[in-house]
Structure formats: structure tokens, C-alpha cells
């Protein structure tokens, strides 16, 4: 099937549009059913055979469910080749199909509560009980497989496909190595077994492989699924072998016992299983879903194991699902939702199946992270360190949960390496807390009247001269007086990690700066509070807090007040590494560069710009000014705890913590004498790795002298 550029933008066309009316009126018109079925198959085949997708993930499964909605209500429009009739369509003539041993359905999806509690009524009623136990696992973002072992060897692998044939990709299969050549399999008597699984590569691995195609000049990819998919199609093994995949195996679809005189060593076999594992075998017979799971972890299979959960009911279901998905950004790998299964072998066996999904199994659909939109527009706003920074202004659009209306696209050379226009239509993602990004332009669906994203030559707010150092990509406004500059100073200074002023948001910033009440950081504590007309709206109470918490700012620790000067590439470590080094803060006037490079943490650069700081003769003013108002510019640091064996210890702090919050973490090493540093060096004592660690932990395993703890073993040196 090929597609010109005409049929690819008209198919893009018709897709958001329906994907529009389905977002505002979850309804489309039954006359539109062609056009719905026409524009799946599109999809199907961008999908599953160019692995260049158009529309996320949940864009499809809303067309795929309108589809689906209207042909329930109207089953005389159900055809033969309409997409729901099949489970999928991804053979590619490049490998050999071959037949599965039974077919491999799809799930059918739901996305809230009431879907399962229905979905939970209608199985104890066909299977006559009040209560169901269930198995929930992972759903995995990745490629389905599946695995035929026949006498304990690895005979045959392949993809979904239909889900009546596959693609043969034995030999790439055999280049993972958490998938075994051979297992035990007829010590427990089982002579052929089909095994489910997905091939999966990590956010660390997508990450580097990305980087890879980056510096090749390719395009990277948009999703770890598609890396996945697109690995088990490479013509060359070695090179899937590169690619650091994974697979997890969670589903025996079928299985073929030796003659019952072969089996003589079950109860041997059954002596070396967990105990955990006994429950697997009743007349040599696999009778749960979990309990086969735990079979095939015993067996050397990547099995998700700890990440199942057995429970009774649809209630305890739910409360899982809710409690699981808060954890979904500390794997180490992507899921895009949760799968519950009947756990009952015989009450799946009862439940049967439709052609299209199996009735004893659901798929619970998180919160979507990717979506398509279009680029209407660039922003250039100007920072407190005068980078002027381009801002994507987007046509609004949900994702994970929030509507994102504009992202920044960084720099000059971002927007070049994305190949950004305005008016493309492009592909988004907001994974967990992270900053919603652009992953890609669809340059595919471009048709002549974008427009090239012109950078300013002067700032957008001052009109002043622009500059970019060497070997920076940034263009800065070198006006330090620019309008812009001075109030993102402000905002910074009054924020919660700096001088935490309560009740001074930027919101209020603003307000202030624009009624000539604020004009830099000396002003806020200048402020006339008296100016009755300047003030109408505010409420004395607020006027009260508001002042309090200014004057409350001026005892702050030295720290605080250097951090919040917006110094830049000094953070909130470097600014404590700079204030225990002096017992006054002017003391930085009389300091050289290499005087600032003998302090922990600071380089080269990060010395330099300390310097040119202190070096400007308004900034100096600008600390008397601040001291005048009774702000503490001496150090007063408080005496670090001589217990502990931490003192003089250097700490980093690396990947997701599970008990404590990183700033709590830090500040629990500092209590006990510990330093706290913000990279990897010869320096560093202690790297503290979380969840998900990435590139600081590799550094850190290349210098001997680094010693790479858990968190509950730093827990343990500070007695906790």
C-alpha cells in the first residue's frame, strides 16, 4: 500500500478532524462511518508496517472506539474488513508469516472506574459469583511477541501480526538475552509451549539510542514502542542486538504435555520451586495466571514478577490501579496502562472469548502522554539572565491530564534540529511532572503554507543589541536594564527556593512592578504600603501578610540570599558552597578567578561568572543597598553535627527517591556534616542512586574512588 503526499495530508485532514469531534462531543455521525474506517486503515499501516505513526497511541483508540460505539448501535454497518473485525494489521513482507499456534487477540480497553465495575458485573454473572480474583500486571509500551519452545529449545519467534499470522523474527528474537535459547520445560512435562510477551527498551536505552540517530543526523524516534517494533525488524541480527532490548513474558497461551510415563521427575522438579510456586501445579496442570507467572520466572523468564498483584474483588482492583499509576514514572521502562486478568484458568476457560478481545481480561488505559497538534506561533520572551528563549504557542490540547497550550522550544538551534515551522502539525508528550516538549514536526503532512520561524536580531522587549557567546546556542539581551530582565530578577528573588517571600508570587510581581511601587530587589523592602490608590484591590490583610513576610525574608540564611541573586550557573549548592566560604558576602569583591576555583564545585566557568558578577560596580551597590535594609549579609551558618561520620563527606544525589524528597535527602546529609555537590568528580564521595538513574551513575562507575550507595543504605549512615 503506498500513499502519495496528496492521500497522506487528506487522511491527516479527516483524522483531526474526527478527533476533534470526538474530544468535544465524544459522538461522530453514523454517516462518517466510511470515512472512520478509511482513516483507520491509514493509520494501521503508518502504524504497524512504516512504524511512523501520524496520531499517538490514544488518539487512535479514540477513533478506534467511536468506531466500535457506532457499529454496536448499528451492526448492520459492520463489514468484513472493518478494523474492528481484526486484531491489527502489521505483516511486513520483509519476514516470512507464519501461522499462530492459537490467535493472539487484542484487549479491549477502559479508561475510568465505571468501565471495570461494568466490565467486573459482567463476568460474576456469567460466571455465577460475588467475587472474582484478579491478576493485574503492567501493561508494557512496547512489541508483542510471541515465543514456541518444543523440547526445552527456543524453536520460534514472532510478532502479533493479525493475530492469526506473524512475522518470523527467530533470529532477531535470539539476540535478547532475557529471552532463554532453552528452559526446563520437561521437567515439568510440557513438550511444546507458546509464550506472550513484549520486547521493551528502557528510558535509558531509548535515550541513548536517540542520541545515536542525533548524531548521525537522523531523525530520532518518537517513542520507545517504536523503537522496540522497528528493532525486531532489522534485516541484520548483530544489529538488534545492539540495541539493548528487553522482553517480558506474562501470558502461556498454550501448552502440550509428554505422554504421562515420560513425566518422571515432577515431584524433583517440583522440590527445586519456590514456595511460591507450588500453587502452579494441580494433575500436572497449570490452574492460575499468577501462579504460571511464577512457572516461568522459575524457569529463567523475565516474568513480571514483583510488578503483579493478586487480589479479590473489582474494588481492590481499582485502589491498585490508582496506587500504581503514581509510581508509573519511577520504572525503568514505559507502561501506558495496567492489564487485570480472571486469575482462574477454568473461569477464563468459562468466560471464553469474542474474535477480538478475550472476556476474562481488560486493559486499563492511564492517562495519555503523547498527542498531536498544530504549532500556531513563536513567543520570544526575554529571562532574568537576558536569554531570550522562543516559546511554542500551540492550538490547546489535553495531555496527561493537563491542556497544553504553549512549550519552549529552547534555542535557535533546537528549532533547526526539529525542523519547526509555523503551522505544522507536530507530536507532543508530557510524561509524568516533566515539562511538556515537542517530539517531532509531521513534515509529512506540510502543505506549502507554513511559515519558517524567523529569530529576532534585537531583544523583543527593550530593542537592544543580542549576543551569543561562543559555544552556547543561547542569544542573550546584553541591556542589563531591559524591563524584562529586571522583573524575572525580582520573580526569582521572592521565589520559594530563594528568599521564599509568601504572598509575593509572580502574579504579584507583576502587579507591583506595573504600578511603579517595585523597580528592582531594593525596592521590595521599600515598598510604600501607604499608597492607598496605588493599592486599591489588595486587601489589609494580604498588605499584612505581604509585609510580614518581606520583613521575615531579611533574617534568611546567606545561602538563600546568593541563590536568589540569580547569579548565573550558581544553583542552590554551588550558592552554599559560596556562602560557607566567606564570613561576609562582599568578601567576593576582592576575590580572582583562580581564588574561586579552589572552592568545592566550582569551575572554570561557573568562577568566571562569579567574578564578572561582583565585579560590576551596580551589583555591589545593589548588596549595600540590600544590607541597609537590615538584610544579613555575614555568615551565620549554623554548626554542623560532629556525630555521624559524615563530616566533610560529599554527597550527589542521582535518579528518583522512593522515601524522601532529593531536598530532604540533601539536607539530611548536611545536618550530619555532609557537603552537598552538583556533579561527578574525583571530588565525590557518596552518589546516593535512585530509580532510573542515567548518565551521572555511568560517570560515576569509571572513578574508583566514588562509592555508589542505595538510598536505604544512606539511610542506614545517617542512622535513619
Known sequence: MEFNSGDIQAFQKVSFRLIEELRLSSIISVSEIEFLKSVLRFHEHRYYILNE????????????????????????????????????????????????????????????????????????????????????????????????????????????????????????????????????????????????????????????????????????????????????????????????????????????????????????????????????????????????????????????????????????????????????????????????KVNDFALQETLGMTTHHPRWAIAFKFKARQATTQLLGIDFQVGRTGAITPVAKLKPVQVGGVTVSSISVHNEEYIKEKDLKIGDNVLIERAGDVIPQIVKSLTELRDGGEECIVFPNMCPVCRGELFKEEGEAVWRCVNIECEAQVMEKIIHFVSKDAMDINSFGEANVRKFYGLGLISDIPSIYNINFESKGKLDGFGKKSIDNLSSAIEASKFQPLHRLIYGLGIRFVGETTAKVLANSVEHLLDFVDKSEEDLQKLDDVGIKVAKSIHHFFSNEMNVEMLKQLESHGLQLFNTKKEVLQTGGLINQTFLFTGTLNKLKRSEAEALAEQHGGKIVSGVSSKLNYLVVGDDAGSKLEKAKKINTIKIITENEFLELVNL
Request: proline share 5%; net charge negative; aromatic share 8%.
Open 53 to 340: 505513526p501520524l496520531i499517538s497511541d490514544s488518539e487512535y483508540d479514540l477513533l478506534y472506539a467511536a468506531l466500535k460505539q457506532i457499529e454496536q448501535k448499528h451492526p448492520e454497518l459492520v463489514t468484513k474488513d472493518s478494523p474492528t473485525q481484526r486484531v491489527g494489521s502489521s505483516i511486513n513482507k520483509s519476514f516470512e508469516t507464519v501461522q499462530h499456534l492459537v490467535p493472539m487477540l487484542s484487549l479491549e480497553n477502559s479508561y475510568n472506574a465505571d468501565d471495570l465495575i461494568n466490565w467486573d458485573r459482567k463476568a460474576k454473572e456469567h460466571c455465577k459469583l460475588d467475587v472474582i480474583e484478579y491478576c493485574i500486571e503492567p501493561k508494557f509500551d512496547g512489541a508483542s511477541i510471541s515465543l514456541i519452545y518444543e523440547n526445552d529449545l527456543i524453536v520460534r519467534g514472532t510478532t502479533r501480526g493479525d493475530g492469526v499470522e506473524g512475522e518470523d523474527i527467530t533470529n532477531n528474537i535470539k539476540q535478547i538475552r532475557s529471552i532463554p535459547l532453552s528452559a526446563p520445560f520437561s521437567k515439568f512435562g510440557i513438550q511444546q509451549i507458546e509464550i506472550r510477551g513484549e520486547i521493551v527498551m528502557t528510558k535509558a536505552s531509548f535515550t541513548k539510542y536517540n542520541e545515536g540517530l542525533i548524531a548521525q543526523g537522523l531523525s530520532p524516534l518518537a517513542n520507545p514502542r517504536n523503537a522496540a517494533s522497528g528493532s525486531l525488524r532489522m534485516k541484520d541480527p548483530k544489529e538488534v542486538a545492539k540495541r539493548n532490548l528487553e522482553a517480558f513474558l506474562y501470558h502461556v497461551s498454550f501448552y502440550q504435555r509428554k505422554p504421562a510415563n515420560t513425566v518422571n521427575d515432577k515431584e524433583e522438579f517440583l522440590e527445586k520451586l519456590t514456595p511460591n510456586t507450588l500453587s502452579v501445579v494441580e494433575d500436572n496442570v497449570l490452574v492460575t495466571h499468577s501462579s504460571s507467572l511464577n512457572l516461568l520466572w522459575e524457569l529463567g523468564f523475565r516474568s513480571p514478577q514483583k510488578e503483579k498483584m493478586v487480589v479479590q474483588g473489582i474494588e481492590d482492583v481499582i485502589k491498585h490501579l490508582h496506587d500504581f499509576e503514581l509510581l508509573r514514572d519511577t520504572l525503568p521502562y514505559e507502561i501506558d496502562g495496567m492489564v487485570i
